[in-house]
C-alpha cells in the first residue's frame, strides 16, 4: 500500500491533503522556499499524529510539523518533500489550572488565545512573539519564540513544564520537567521538531501585573536609543520591554495604526515597565532620568489601557505595516551583547549601504535581539541576490561582535549554512549525537539546522548555491 | 600536567567506594586530557565540584578515578553592563555571587552550603531551590556552557546572549545529568539586579491553621519570593515539637517590602496565625542561608530526605501522607515545604542510628508503586543502593539510556548513578 493510501486508512480522507492546490499552501512559511509536500495531514488528536509519524517513518518519508508558519527560517518548509503535519485541528486548551497557574494545550492552540483563556483568571502567558495572533503555541514551542517580554519573562523554554512527544515509532512518549533523568524537555524545545512530533504542552502561566506603563521616547538616531538601552540594562534596570523602531518602521506604522509614535525622530525606544504600582512608578522615573541623560528628545507616557494597547498593537503590527512602503523584505533575526548594540545598528547601516537597500530597524533592543529588515523588489534578481549577501554579512558581523545568529526564530533551513560560523565541527558533533538518539533515520524535519555534509551526511543538493536556493520572504513575515 | 597530586582519594569516597586517585585538572585543556586519558584506560570517573549534593542518585557502580574541579574557579568574562558572566564550574556558588554582589548583581542558584557548592555540581544535579517558582531553575539562568565529553572532546553550546536558538541548547541536557554524560568546565549566566532590600517574615503556624495559612500565602497580592512551611527543621528556623512555622521572603524596593509587610500582616491574621517576626538586612540573609543549608543537611547517619514534586496546590497533602507513613514506621518526619512551587522536602530520622536502616527500608518498600513519587535527596552512603532512590518512575527510561550511551559508550562517567538502573517502564506519564 502506497504511502498515502495508508494515510487515509489511518486518518480518514479529510484528514489527508494530496491535491496540488491544496500542497501548495504549505510549500512555503514566513521565509518562502518553496517546495511541494507529498501530502499534508490534519491530526485531530495525538494518536492521529503517532499513526502518522509511524506510517511515514516505516516509508522513509520526512515529516514536517506546522504551526501557523510564521517562522523566518524555512523551518516548516518541507525542502525534501515528505509529510506536512498541520496542527490547525489541534487547536484545544486541554487544560487550565488557576490555582497551580499552569495549563495543558494541544500544539495549535494559538499564542494569544492561551493568554485570554487565562486573563479571566488574573493570569497571562509570558513568550509574546509579536505573531502572536496567529501563530502557534507548537511552533512557538519548536522555536524556543521570544517576543517583546522575553527581556523580563524569558523564552519558552523557561515556561514549558512538560512536553509529549511521539517518538519515531509512532509511540507517544511524555517528559517533564519535575521528573527523573535527563532533561529532555529542555532540549526538545528549540530543536525545531527535528526530535519529536510534539503533540501536548504544559505550561506555566503568570499572574497578571498589577499596574502596566508604557512610555514612548523619542531619540536622533537609532545609535542614540540603543546607547540608552545599554545603559539601563546596565544600571541594573529591567522593565518588562524595551524595544526600538526606526524612523523608517515609525512612519509605515503610523501611517497604519496612527497610535501617536512620534514620526520626526530618528528613532523611538516603547518601554514598558509592568509590576506594583509604586515600583513601576519610580522605575519610570528612573528610566526617563537615563534616558534624558541618553539624548532622549522626548519622554511621554501612554495616558491609559486604549493608548498603551494602541503603542503595543503598532508595534507588533511593524512588519505587516511595512507592505505599504516596501514591495518586498526581508528579516534577519541575531543577537548581540547588549553593550554591544549601537555598534551592531552601525554595522548593519553600512551593510545596507554597501549593498545599496534600505534597511528598516525594529528590534528587541533589551535583549540585544535584532531584527533589521532589508528592503527590496524580489523581480529584481540583482536585488536577491544583494539581501542574500547582506543577510550573510549582517549575521558574520553579529558573530565579530561577540553575538550569534538567532535569538527566537531558529536556524531552519536559511541558517544552517552559517552556523558553522558559531560552531565548531566538535560543538555540532555533540549536537548530532543528541539527533542520533531521537531519529536515527533523520527524517524529522530533514535539513533543518545543522548544516549539509559538515556533520550528518545531509547532503542532498550539493549543486545548489546559497543563492539559487534561497527565495526570499515574499511579505506577510512576522518577528 | 600538576594535577595536585597530594588530594587524598579518601575524601572523594561513595558508596564505600575509595577512587584509586583524585585528581584536579588546572585548565579545560588539562581536564579534557585527564578525561580522555580515563575513558582510554577504562577507568570510571566521578566529577567532585564540593561535593554537597552528591547524595542525589545511585551510588557510582564502579569508580576509579576522582576529578575535582577545585582548581578550576576562574570568571573567565564579565561585562556587569550586560549582565552576563561567563565562569570555570569549579568556582563555589558563594565566590560567583560575591563577584556579582560587587556590581549590584546575583544569579538566584539557593545553594545549600554554597561556600562549597561548586557551580558545576550545583547546575550537574539539577538543584531547584525556593526561589524557583519567583525567579526560574538555575537551568534557566544559564545561557552557555562549555564541557568535556568522555573521549575528550571539548564541545560548547549557547553563547554570550540572553537570547539564543542557534543550535540545540545543549546546557539543558548537562543540567541535572549529574556528571554522567560529560564534565560541566565553563557555564555563561545571565544576571539579574540586586533587589534593594530583602526581608524575612517568620511566624508560628500552629496545626490548626496550617492548610489555611498556605492558602493564604499563595494568594498574597504582593508574592514573597520564597515561601516555605516548615514542621520541625529546627537549624533553619522551626520548631521542635507540633507547632510549625511559616517563612517568608521579600525582595524589592522598600516601598514594595513595607506594604507586603502590612499585608502578610492582615492576611495571616486573618487565617488564625497570632505573630510575626521580621528579619532585615543581614539578619534576612542569614537566615535564608540557614534554611538553604537545611535542605541538605543530614542527621549523621540516621535520617535521610525524600523530595516530592508536583503542583502547589497538592503539596500540602503529599507533604503530609508522606509525614505519615514515616510516623507509621516508627520514624520521626520534619517537612519543608515550598508553598509556590510545590516542592515538599521530608527529612526522616530516628533517636538511634542502629534502628534507621531497618525503619527506613520498612517506609521505602511501603511506598509502593502508586503515585506520588518520592525521589530520594540524601541517603547515608551505606543505604543509597538499597533505596528507591529515583521514585517509582523515569519519563522514557529507554532514551535516557540511549542518550547515556550515545554520550558515554564506555560508561566511564559515574555509571550506575543515573540511567540503567531504571525500575520503570518507557513512556509512562509523570
Given amino acids: ?479 | 600536567m600538576a594535577l595536585a597530586p597530594g588530594l587524598d582519594p579518601a575524601a572523594f569516597a561513595l558508596g564505600g567506594k575509595v577512587p584509586l586517585r583524585a585528581l584536579a585538572p588546572a585548565s579545560i585543556e588539562e581536564l579534557a586530557a585527564v578525561v580522555k586519558a580515563c575513558n582510554e584506560a577504562g577507568e570510571a570517573v566521578v566529577v567532585f565540584g564540593g561535593g554537597t549534593l552528591q547524595g542525589i542518585g545511585f551510588s557510582p557502580a564502579r569508580y576509579n578515578i576522582a576529578i575535582s574541579t577545585a582548581r578550576l574557579d576562574k570568571v573567565l568574562e564579565y561585562e556587569f553592563r550586560d549582565l552576563t558572566i561567563s565562569v570555570e564550574c569549579g568556582r563555589s556558588v558563594e565566590r560567583l555571587n560575591a563577584t556579582l554582589a560587587e556590581r549590584g548583581q546575583f544569579v538566584p542558584l539557593d545553594a545549600p552550603s554554597p561556600g562549597l557548592s561548586s557551580v558545576g555540581g550545583l547546575l550537574a544535579s539539577g538543584w531547584s531551590g525556593p526561589r524557583r517558582a519567583t525567579f526560574g531553575r538555575p537551568r534557566d539562568f544559564v545561557i552557555g556552557s562549555t564541557v568535556v565529553l568522555a573521549d575528550g572532546t571539548v564541545a560548547k553550546a549557547g553563547g554570550m546572549v540572553v537570547k539564543n536558538v542557534t543550535g540545540y541548547d545543549m546546557s539543558k541536557l548537562w543540567c541535572g545529568s549529574l556528571g554522567t554524560l560529560a564534565v560541566l568546565a565553563r557555564a555563561n549566566f545571565k544576571t539579574l539586579p540586586l533587589p534593594e532590600t530583602t526581608r524575612v517574615a517568620l511566624a508560628a503556624l500552629p496545626e490548626r491553621t496550617r492548610r489555611r495559612a498556605v492558602e493564604h500565602v499563595a494568594a498574597l497580592d504582593v508574592e514573597p519570593s520564597v515561601a516555605i512551611a516548615l514542621h520541625g527543621f529546627p537549624e533553619a528556623g522551626g520548631r521542635d515539637g507540633q507547632e510549625g512555622r511559616l517563612f517568608l521572603m521579600f525582595e524589592g524596593s522598600h516601598t514594595l517590602v513595607d506594604r507586603a509587610t502590612r499585608d502578610l500582616r492582615s492576611a495571616i491574621g486573618a487565617a488564625g496565625v497570632p505573630e510575626t517576626t521580621l528579619l532585615d538586612g543581614t539578619a534576612a540573609t542569614s537566615a535564608f542561608a540557614r534554611l538553604l543549608d537545611a535542605y541538605g543537611a543530614r542527621l549523621g547517619e540516621r535520617s535521610l530526605t525524600y523530595r516530592s514534586c508536583g503542583l502547589p496546590g497538592e503539596a500540602l497533602s503529599r507533604c503530609d501522607a508522606l509525614a505519615h507513613a514515616a510516623t507509621r514506621h516508627e520514624l520521626h518526619a520534619e517537612s519543608l515545604l515550598d508553598i509556590l512551587g510545590g516542592d515538599a522536602y521530608v527529612r526522616v530520622s530516628t533517636k538511634l542510628t542502629a534502628e534507621f536502616a531497618a525503619a527506613v527500608e520498612r517506609l521505602d518498600a511501603s511506598l509502593g508503586t502508586s503515585s506520588p513519587t518520592y525521589t530520594i535527596f540524601n541517603a547515608p552512603e551505606m543505604l543509597r543502593d538499597g533505596l528507591k532512590m529515583w521514585g517509582n518512575e523515569m519519563t522514557s527510561p529507554a532514551t535516557q539510556r540511549d542518550i547515556k550511551h550515545r554520550f558515554d559508550p564506555k560508561a566511564t562517567f559515574a555509571p550506575g548513578r543515573f540511567a540503567g538502573r531504571a525500575n520503570c517502564s518507557e513512556g509512562k506519564r509523570a
Fill in chain 1, 1 to 479: 500500500m502506497s504511502t498515502i493510501a495508508r494515510l487515509y486508512e489511518a486518518l480518514g480522507s479529510d484528514a489527508v491533503l494530496t491535491a496540488p492546490e491544496d500542497l501548495s499552501v504549505y510549500a512555503y512559511d514566513a521565509y518562502s522556499q518553496e517546495r511541494l509536500p507529498l501530502a499534508v495531514v490534519l491530526p485531530r488528536d495525538a494518536r492521529d499524529v503517532a499513526d502518522v509519524v509511524r506510517i511515514a517513518y516505516e516509508c522513509g518519508e520526512p515529516i514536517v510539523p506546522r504551526g501557523a508558519g510564521t517562522g523566518l527560517c524555512g523551518g516548516a518548509v518541507p525542502v525534501e518533500g515528505g509529510i506536512v503535519i498541520s496542527f490547525a485541528r489541534m487547536n484545544r486548551v486541554l487544560a487550565l489550572d488557576a490555582r497551580n497557574r499552569r495549563a495543558r494545550v494541544q500544539p495549535g492552540v494559538i499564542n494569544l488565545e492561551l493568554s485570554k483563556a487565562a486573563a479571566p483568571f488574573g493570569l497571562f502567558f509570558g513568550p509574546d512573539p509579536s505573531s502572536q495572533k496567529i501563530s502557534t503555541l507548537g511552533g512557538n514551542t519548536g522555536t524556543n519564540a521570544g517576543g517583546p517580554h522575553a527581556l523580563s519573562y524569558g523564552s519558552m523554554t523557561n515556561h514549558v513544564l512538560g512536553v509529549e512527544y511521539v517518538r519515531t515509532d509512532g509511540s507517544l512518549s511524555y517528559a517533564a520537567l519535575d521528573g527523573a533523568g535527563y532533561d529532555l524537555t529542555g532540549v526538545l524545545v528549540g530543536s525545531e521538531g527535528t526530535l519529536g512530533v510534539i503533540t501536548a504542552i504544559d505550561v506555566r502561566l503568570l499572574r497578571l501585573p498589577r499596574s502596566t506603563r508604557v512610555c514612548v521616547a523619542a531619540f536622533g538616531d537609532v545609535e542614540a536609543a540603543s546607547a540608552a538601552v545599554s545603559a539601563i540594562v546596565g544600571a541594573g534596570l529591567l522593565p518588562t520591554a524595551l524595544e526600538i523602531m526606526d524612523k523608517l518602521i515609525v512612519s509605515a506604522v503610523e501611517a497604519h495604526y496612527h497610535a501617536g509614535y512620534p514620526t520626526d525622530a530618528g528613532a523611538v525606544l516603547l518601554v514598558e515597565i509592568a509590576g506594583y504600582p509604586d515600583d513601576a512608578e519610580s522605575g519610570e522615573r528612573t528610566i526617563a532620568q537615563i534616558a534624558r541623560e541618553c539624548g532622549a528628545l522626548s519622554w511621554r507616557a501612554a495616558a491609559g489601557a486604549a493608548e498603551r494597547e494602541a503603542l503595543w498593537a503598532s508595534r507588533k503590527g511593524a512588519a505587516g505595516s511595512l507592505g505599504r512602503i516596501a514591495p518586498n523584505y526581508y528579516i534577519q533575526d541575531a543577537t548581540v551583547p547588549r553593550t554591544r548594540l549601537p555598534q551592531a545598528l552601525q554595522r548593519v547601516d553600512e551593510i545596507a549601504r554597501a549593498h545599496k537597500l534600505p534597511v528598516g530597524n525594529v528590534f528587541h533592543a533589551g535583549d540585544g535581539n535584532l531584527h533589521p529588515l532589508l528592503i527590496f523588489d524580489r523581480r529584481e534578481r540583482a536585488q536577491v541576490d544583494a539581501v542574500a549577501s547582506a543577510g550573510k554579512a549582517i549575521l558574520e558581523a553579529c558573530i565579530a561582535l561577540g553575538g550569534t545568529i538567532s535569538g527566537e526564530h531558529g536556524i531552519g533551513y536559511e541558517k544552517r549554512e552559517t552556523l558553522p560560523l558559531v560552531f565548531s565541527p566538535d560543538d555540532l558533533a555533540a549536537m548530532a549525537r543528541l539527533r542520533d538518539v531521537f531519529d536515527p533515520k533523520r527524517l524529522f524535519n530533514p535539513e533543518k539546522i545543522f548544516p549539509s555534509g559538515a556533520v550528518c551526511g545531509e547532503v542532498r543538493n550539493p549543486a545548489q548555491t546559497q543563492s539559487q536556493r534561497q527565495t526570499l520572504a515574499a511579505g506577510g513575515a512576522w518577528l
